[in-house]
């Protein structure tokens, strides 16, 4: 299965609540955070709710 590499971009500071919350369950803590995950629909629907702060690259 394929993974996805998922790097935090910009700052959670002044968001909503969900979308910070949305970023420590990814994992993310702070700006320029790296995690590797399972690309599925639970991850990518947490991905959807934040594009604007991540940037996510496909891994083999």
Known sequence: MAKLQVTQVRSGI????????TLRTLGL???????????????????AT?????DVKTVD
């Open 29 to 47: 803590k702070r700006i320029g955070d790296v995690v590797v995950k399972e690309d599925r629909p639970e991850i990518r629907g947490m991905i």
């Open 14 to 21: 002044g968001r909503k609540q969900n979308q910070r919350e």
């Open 50 to 54: 934040v594009p604007h702060l991540v």
